[in-house]
């Protein structure tokens, strides 16, 4: 049996996970920002600006913790293929809620300031989905893990 990690362990685990989710909105913000026109497009540069804000950030966070951060992939597969600006909308949701998940993830793991850090990220995610979706979810970050868990009983 693996040993539970140290709260330190855990917490430097869950920073890195949302570098990862980082990384890949930053990538798909990429995607999203050729594929919106006009005040969707300003939006997802400003999301872009956001998510690279909090990467770097991130990055110092994990190097704080004792780990070395995870580099960006090359390329990250989409969960669909994107052509229109509805698609990239929908895209931008669902990175914000992965986003969200990871934050709430850290949430978890973290205490003080970094736990802080977190929840404002968490709730700055929350709020970027809502506004490419067009409405809110009630406890951002649970209904992903909920959905994960209940894919996992049914594997």
Do not use: N
């Not at 956001?50 to 913790?65: F, I, N």
């Not at 992965?98 to 949430?107: F, H, K, N, P, Q």
């Amino acid at each position: 049996m693996k040993p539970e990690p140290s709260p330190a362990g855990r917490a430097l685990e869950a920073a890195q996970a949302a570098l990862a989710a980082e990384h890949a909105a930053a990538y798909g913000y990429g995607v999203i920002g050729a594929r919106s026109t006009g005040a969707r497009a300003a939006q997802a540069r400003e999301s872009y600006g956001g998510h690279l804000a909090r990467r770097d950030a991130l990055a110092r966070t994990v190097r704080e913790l004792g780990g070395a951060p995870r580099p960006a992939e090359a390329a990250y597969a989409l969960p669909f293929e994107v052509r229109t600006p509805a698609e990239a909308e929908r895209l931008a949701a669902e990175i914000e809620d992965r986003v969200a998940g990871a934050y709430s993830d850290l949430v978890r793991a973290a205490e003080g300031p970094l736990r802080r850090e977190a929840a404002d990220a968490l709730s700055a995610a929350a709020v970027r989905a809502a506004r490419w979706r067009g409405v809110g979810v009630a406890f951002p970050g649970l209904t992903e893990r909920a959905d994960e868990a209940q894919r996992a009983q049914h594997s």
